[in-house]
């Protein structure tokens, strides 16, 4: 046991999100079992002190409860398989990607089937903010399981809510991440607006942050506009597309009409073929920049 005696968890999938909440666990005092495909992210949260299994079914065998934080349902399916597999006794797998709520039930029955519970719990907030336990679970699909979980939450979350029936976690991140969707286009085409004007980006970002047009999502990524830096990513833009993916097919589905969220979604899929795949959301900016013309450094010296 880690120091503490907090217990054993299981994090699967260590990028942006998943890291940081292995790296939170651990830091406060809980014996982490990590595993990814990738051997660097192995080795960097083996640094951090967590253990690192063989593999997905080698978590099972250590952890009774795993957390999930994966970038394609293709591998929440392998990941299901492989713990339903394994021969284990109950486990609690608690599912914290963002997917297409069809494919979270299909791992759900996997793992019932296997006689072990599976809970939908996508989480709000960014990579940066992950890595300060700023984050707000949107739990669901399993009351008890939850009440008893909240310790864990604690160790890398802020917040932790029970929305109740499974899929309903997915529903609130769905909507949430909507209007993140919008709040990052339109912080950069307020950014692009002002410097196109001839204002200095720091100076934007000042006055908007203590005015009425601020949001969480400006605070977050206006910075990184500022800088015109986008290479250390909170989420990425490849990445985001999933995600918008998902959105836009959920309210295709249930027949709601997203006119702003659709316009931004024209915006990422430029940023993505201008090559900003592996940059944070934030290069949207970029994006319109280029669109209006800008040039950094062309900025009016005064201001009236």
């Given at each position: 046991?880690?120091?503490?005696?907090?217990?054993?968890?299981g994090?699967?999938?260590?990028?942006?999100?998943?890291?940081?909440?292995?790296?939170?666990?651990?830091a406060?005092?809980?014996?982490?079992?990590?595993?990814?495909?990738?051997?660097?992210r192995r080795?960097?949260?083996?640094?951090?002190?967590?253990?690192?299994?063989?593999?997905?079914?080698?978590v099972?065998?250590?952890?009774p409860?795993?957390?999930?934080?994966?970038?394609?349902?293709?591998?929440?399916?392998?990941?299901s398989?492989?713990?339903?597999k394994?021969?284990?006794?109950r486990?609690?797998?608690?599912?914290?990607s963002?997917?297409?709520?069809?494919?979270k039930?299909?791992?759900?029955?996997?793992?019932?089937k296997?006689?072990?519970?599976?809970?939908?719990?996508?989480?709000?907030?960014?990579?940066a903010?992950a890595?300060?336990?700023?984050?707000?679970?949107?739990?669901?699909?399993?009351?008890?399981?939850?009440?008893?979980l909240?310790?864990?939450?604690?160790a890398f979350?802020?917040?932790?809510h029970d929305?109740?029936?499974f899929g309903?976690?997915?529903?609130?991140?769905?909507v949430?991440?909507?209007?993140?969707?919008?709040?990052n286009?339109a912080s950069?085409?307020?950014?692009?607006?002002?410097?196109k004007?001839?204002?200095?980006?720091?100076?934007?970002?000042?006055l908007?942050?203590?005015?009425?047009?601020?949001?969480?999502?400006?605070?977050?990524?206006?910075?990184?506009?500022?800088?015109?830096?986008?290479?250390?990513?909170?989420?990425?833009?490849g990445?985001?597309?999933?995600?918008?993916?998902v959105?836009?097919?959920?309210?295709?589905?249930?027949?709601?009409p997203?006119p702003?969220?659709?316009?931004?979604?024209?915006?990422?899929?430029?940023?993505?073929?201008?090559?900003?795949?592996?940059?944070d959301t934030?290069?949207v900016c970029?994006?319109?920049?280029?669109?209006a013309?800008?040039?950094?450094?062309?900025?009016?010296k005064?201001?009236?």
């Open positions: 046991m880690a120091s503490g005696g907090k217990g054993v968890v994090v699967i999938g260590l990028g942006i999100m998943g890291g940081a909440f292995a790296q939170n666990l651990v406060a005092g809980w014996r982490v079992i990590g595993y990814d495909i990738a051997p660097s080795r960097a949260l083996a640094r951090l002190g967590a253990e690192i299994a063989a593999d997905a079914a080698d099972a065998r250590q952890a409860t795993i957390i999930t934080s994966l970038p394609k349902p293709a591998a929440l399916a392998a990941t398989v492989a713990i339903a394994s021969g284990v006794s486990r609690v797998v608690i599912e914290a963002t997917f297409a709520i069809a494919d039930a299909k791992a759900e029955t996997v793992l019932r296997a006689g072990h519970v599976m809970l939908d719990c996508p989480v709000s907030g960014t990579g903010q890595r300060v336990k700023d984050l707000v679970v949107y739990a669901s699909g399993g009351a008890v399981e939850i009440k008893r909240r310790p864990m939450f604690t979350t802020r917040a932790v929305l109740g029936a309903n976690g997915s529903r609130m991140k769905y949430a991440n909507l209007l993140v969707a919008i709040h286009v950069a085409e307020a950014m692009v607006l002002g410097m004007a001839g204002l200095p980006p720091q100076l934007i970002f000042d908007i942050k203590i005015g009425a047009g601020n949001s969480r999502v400006f605070e977050l990524r206006a910075p990184m506009m500022v800088k015109d830096r986008y290479d250390n990513p909170t989420m990425k833009i990445v985001w597309q999933k995600d918008m993916d959105i836009g097919g959920y309210a295709r589905e249930i027949g709601v997203t702003m969220f659709n316009a931004s979604a024209g915006i990422y899929q430029r940023a993505r073929k201008a090559g900003h795949d592996e940059h934030a290069a970029a994006v319109l920049e280029k669109m013309g800008v040039k950094r450094g062309k900025a009016k005064k201001l009236h």
